[in-house]
């Protein structure tokens, strides 16, 4: 007999409490379920199950047994699962949330790129700032950026690191001086990143000893739209603290001047999360992987 099919009509046996339940669910005749059983434990020289004319009941071989079953069979599903993958395509609703700036700028001409390529692929894609939970709101994918919280049945991949640097304008720069160290930030207007109802957010730079130094500027104005910095920057209004892929062209224009060049950029983590599970659907890896793929290039 193959084990395989033994070990399912077993775990079936027990999951339904009784040979005749397991028969009707896998539509087999109750004395072959019985053979399947009895097959498995002269292999195993054990008995897994006491059975009587009344009832039946697990050993406690059989309970330690039945348990390694369900995670064997469940490895063997997920194999077969596995390989159906490798014959189709992607589909469905791929459901995913990000923030919202570098979600629009970053993520989603990834994702949108890989729906082209995938007819068959639906996108339902959230941009927001808010925190949201993959079990509570239905959610294939989350991405997010910065330091993780450790969370249980939550799987986390890097796929991109944002290098943050220091900018300004020329005008500024020739009207305020140009800061060459650190402590020259101090005496500087900023142009500060902040959310609704939340604290400023500190400007991060690494040391050599590879601790982190955290520097909180003076500013009177505040945006929670990196895109608003940016231009505020480039109107000669202050300092500002910004990804080098969103200035990059304003860099390469003139328009703005990197600052601190000898002070090693910070590097924000962006991951991509989504639930444990023992086998990850098509349409989440092969979003995984374009993002891996595509968002370091974006970055660089």
């Known amino acids: 007999m193959d084990r395989l099919e033994s070990m399912e009509v077993f775990v079936k046996a027990v999951d339904l409490g009784s040979f005749a339940a397991a028969a009707a669910a896998l539509d087999l005749s109750g004395p072959m379920v019985g053979k399947h059983v009895r097959f498995l434990e002269e292999r195993l ?34 194999a077969d699962a596995l390989a159906a993958d490798q ?69 986390a ?17 020739e009207r305020f001086g140009q800061p060459l160290r650190l402590d020259d930030i101090a005496g500087h207007q900023a142009i500060i990143y902040r959310r609704l109802g939340q604290a400023l957010q500190p400007w991060l730079f690494p040391c050599d000893d590879g601790s982190v130094t955290e520097i909180t500027p003076a500013g009177r104005l505040r945006f929670d739209d ?39 950029d910070y590097l924000y983590d962006c991951h991509a999360l989504w639930l444990q599970t023992p086998h990850l659907p098509l349409k989440v890896r092969l979003a995984v992987d374009a993002l891996a793929a595509g968002l370091p290039r974006m970055m660089s």
Not at 159 to 172: F, G, W
Not at 253 to 258: K, T
Request: overall charge positive; some cysteine.
């Open 45 to 78: 020289g054990a008995r897994l199950i006491n059975r009587t004319t009344r009832r039946q009941s697990l050993t406690d071989f059989g309970r330690a047994y039945y348990e390694r079953c369900r995670i064997v069979l469940a490895e063997a599903q997920a």
């Open 226 to 264: 990196l895109d608003a910095i940016a231009d505020a920057a480039t109107e000669g209004m202050g300092l500002a603290w910004l990804p080098y892929w969103l200035v990059r062209q304003r860099i390469e224009a003139g328009r703005l001047i990197r600052l601190l060049p000898d002070q090693s």
């Open 157 to 173: 991949r890097r796929v991109a690191r944002q290098r943050m640097i220091v900018c300004a304008s020329p005008p500024y720069i």
């Open 87 to 155: 014959l189709s395509e992607p589909r469905g609703k791929l459901r995913v949330t990000m923030p919202a700036h570098f979600g629009r700028h970053c993520v989603t001409p990834i994702l949108l790129a890989l729906a082209r390529y995938y007819p068959t692929l639906e996108l339902d894609l959230s941009l927001s700032d808010r925190f949201a939970d993959l079990v509570e709101d239905g959610l294939d994918l989350a991405i997010r950026t910065g330091t993780l919280d450790d969370r249980a049945g939550i799987i």
